[in-house]
Every structure is written in C-alpha cells, then in structure tokens.
C-alpha cells in the first residue's frame, strides 16, 4: 500500500506535496512524511493522515526537490520513527517506499555486519542504508541503484533524493506501481496520476525493475538490463480521476448514488446496435475454454461468486471461484482448456499479481476486470475489460462491484449473444433509481436499530446469498460490527446456536425459486429471538416485510438491490461517528501480500 509524491522543478513544491499526498490517501493514511534538500536533507513526518502535515511543515520551503508518502503499516507500528521518508545513517539519502522487502532480514544482518544501526522497525530503513553503502562505494547513485536492485527481493516504488543531487529525483520500482509526470519546467512522480493531474496530462510508466531520475527538464529512464530506454508516453484524463465530491459529505455515499449512471454506461459500452462490443478473441477463447476460473479479493471475489453462478447457469460452462491469496500458493488448473477472469477494481492488488504471474507462466490465458486503466495487473493478462466506473475513492469498494456483476453479466450475454441479458440490466436502473428516491430514509431507520448491537447476521439464497456476503463485508469493514453472512439453509447446520434474544438478522428475498425456504428459515430464526429485517421483491414480499422494492430478474441482485446494502453500512458507521471513507486499518488499494 502507501502513497508516494515527488517533484522537481515545481513552483509550490510544499502545495504539491499535501495536495498530492491527500490525493493518495486511499493508499494508506496511518502516518504521512516529506522530505527535501534546503541546506541538507530536511524531513518532517508524523502518524496520522497527511492533513496533519500542514500542521508541522513550515509554511515556506525553500526547495525544488521535494518527495512525500502517506503509510498503510506494514513493518513496524504506525509511528513518527517508522513514518517516511527514511534517511541514511550518514544523512546522504532519503527516500520513500511503497512495498515490501522480503528478504529485509538478510540486508539487516549484512548492514549491521557494516556497523549500521537503526531508529525504526521499517524494511525502507534497510534499503535506504543499502543504497548509502553502495553509493559510497561506487561513488555513483546510478551503479548503486543497479547493484541494490540485484539485492532487493519483495516490492518496491522507492523515490529519492540525495544531498549530492540537488534537482535531481532518482527512482527504483518493482511490483509497486510508479507514474512520471511530464511538466515543462518540472517533472513530477507519484503512485497514480491523481496528483499529477492538475499540471500534466501527459505520463512514462515504469514497468518492472525500471530505475532512472528526472530533473526539472529530464527524464532518463534504463531498464532491466541497465539499457536506458525510450518510454512511450501516456495522455490520461482529467474527469476520470476527478476527486471532487460533488457536494455530498462523502465519497461512500456519492459512489452509492452513482450506481444507476454505471450500470448505463457500462451497457452502452458494452452493446451498440444490437450487438455486444467485446473482442471477438476474447469470446472465442471464452467458449473454447471447458472452465473458467475466477479470482478476486475482498468484494471483487464477491462479485467472482456471482460471475461465476452466472456463466454456470446462462452459458453452461463449468466454474471455479478463488480466493486470490487462497489460491496463489496452492495454484490448481482445473479442466483441459482453463481460462481465468482476475477481478480487481484497483488493478493493483499484490494477491492477484501473484496469481497473475503464476498464470503467466503457464501460459493460461486470461482476462482482467478493472476500474484502473493502465493498472499493473493489465500488463500481465492476455485481455482487460474497464468498468468505466469512474475512480472509487472511499475505501469501502460499492459502485465498482455493481459494475463488476453488471460486466460480468453482460460478458455472459455475449457469450450467448442474449439481448435479454442488456434488457434485464437496464431495467435493473429504475430499481435502482427507485431505492435512490424511496428508502434511503427506512434504510437510515435500521441502521439506527442496529447500530448498537455487537453481532449482526445476513441471510439469503443462492444470488442474495452472494450479496449477503458483500453486505456483511461492508458492515463490518466500515462500523467495526461483528457480522456473518450465511445461506438460508446453512444456518441449521451450526450458526443457528448463536442466533438469540434480539439479534439483528437481515434477510433478502428475491428469488422465486428460494422464496419459501427463505421464509421458513426466517421462521427458524424469529422463534430463537432474533429481530428480522426482510428485504423483498414486490411479488415475493409479504406486507410485514421492511423494504419492499421493484421486481427484477434475480440473478442481478448485486446490480439492483447492492445499494441497500451499501446504504446500511454507511449509514451505521455515519450514526456511529466514525470517518465512513477512511475506516481503521483499511486501504484502498492492497498492494502486500
Ligand atoms: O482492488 P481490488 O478489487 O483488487 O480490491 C480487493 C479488496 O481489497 C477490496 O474489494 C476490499 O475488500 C474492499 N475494501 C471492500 O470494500
């Protein structure tokens, strides 16, 4: 995880590097730091969010070197010692690290060996001390980024400045992404265009094991063999990546409420003129394949779940739904002619890269559904569809896993060449708009209910019982409550011993084929003591029944009715008091392991 920012050149570099760090807290916000040459090395940092660095930075830097991180902890606790920058022994280099070093314990053993010592718990400690050792060697920065790059093991997007480089910002990357932003006058690095974006739109992207600098009017980048290359460059969006908030207080609730104009736009992208718009190869080598496996994390395997049911059920194809870390150590190929579909709204998750490399050299053909254009995922898989989303900034992932399901649905139409699949998916709109308008209100009222219970359990069937799942995550991601999501009809075969005297259970009804042993496992429930919530569709629903909504195909549970689910969550965690985009301990792109 983490965040990175760096400029050379640049006219504000202090209103650059809080912007920009700000722009990339979804990275991780635990602690925040920047660093720049001014009469030696200067490092400011502390824990909490990069807002707070406004607070300790001083209001004139007098510097056109600057870089900046905002940390998700991995090695050593969220503190002012383990915050970065992290500077060399000798005060020579600083620098900034998103990854992780796993063979941190070697380089420590052999540092100390040097007589090093150290101030943090960190990895990035080690590797700015390395770099230090091999520059006083080599008395080049650049034969010491290379002999430090043939020690480094693990992942790294490291930026850093040296006192003996002034305007000068050299760079090492592998596995952690790392974006150049071209200025005239400056040039710019981060994590992701996002704070780049108000003074470029034009971008280099390092693949890995690139390293190189920029100054204020170059950018000199080698690659793996140490050849230094010409790299293409990239025209990125400014609306794409916008993080205005449109005037709502949040990003959760915002990306709640663009649900319906997604899922539109994801159908008019994806089928103009009667006819699907996916690569021909792509469907080719979707039929030819006798299974097709699916991996994901966190909500995006959620959405696996349903991709998966879907192709078993409408195209006939037999499935297999991983969870991405489950399966990267213990791969298995099912089938003669597998094909994989990795879903990751970020395109950045360190779970999936693993798989995605284990697949590559099996040379399994593959697809990868994103949100992030230019992801690093998509550098390794044979296709990449966009979930044309919009960039998701509140950690609790809602208008991209509608997308996902909606994608995935309509991959499956093209599969079959079935009209009626856009037709149920554009009805799934109105439903959608309708909870907009209709049942915020009695939504907020549960969450009022329930908000102050420990333990809250979801139940459903089959396509609701997929969405019980996603419901359950975000509730529990997001207000800190202990909540399980269950199959109807596996809640006999145990947990039913915890369902007691007022224990929230909320229930979705959606499918005619389940409906009535929904209803009997409800009555299994009630007569334990438990308060039930049941959320139906107009033709299955029974007047007592809390939220009532529109009929639709139940198969796209996840598309129309999520929303109720996300509603709930963010309106516990908003009567909780808690901060709804930035839970504890989360981030919004999971780049460890
Ligand atoms: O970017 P990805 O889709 O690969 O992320 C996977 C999970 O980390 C993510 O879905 C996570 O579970 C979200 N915080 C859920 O809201």
Redesign the pocket.
Known sequence: MCGIVGAVGINNPRDYALKGLKMLEYRGYDSAGVGFLDQGIKIYKDVGSPEHLGDILPTEIKTDTIIGHTRWATHGMPSKENSHPHISAQRKIALVHNGVIENAHDIKVFLKEKGYSFYSKTDTELVVNLLEYYYFEYKDMIQALIKVRSILDGSYALVIVSEDHPGTLFMLKKGSPLLIGKGNGFNLVASDASPMINFTNEFVDLDDYDFGYINKDEIRIFDKDSKEVNKPIIHKDVELISHDLKGYPHYMLKEIEEIDEVVKRLVSNYYQDNKYIFDDNLIKDLKESDHIMFL?????YHASLVGGRLFENINNISTSKYIASEWAFHPTFPGQKPFVIL???????AD?IHCMNVIKEKKIRSLLITNTPGCTLSKGVTYTLQLYAGVEIS???TK?YAAQVALLALLAGAINKDPKIVEDLKGTVKVIENIQKTLKEPIAQIAEEIKDNEHVFFLGRSFDYFLSLEAS??LK?ISYIHSEAYPGGELKHGPIALIKEGLPVIVFITDPITASSMRSNIEEVKSRGAKVYVISTKDLAIPKDTLIVENYPYYLSSVAISSIAFYLAYYVSLKKGYNVDKPHN?A???TVE
């Open positions: 994901g994390c966190g909500t995006s879903i990751s709204q970020s395109g950045e998750t999936l950690v609790a992932s991209a995550l975000k991601e989360l919004k792109s999971v």
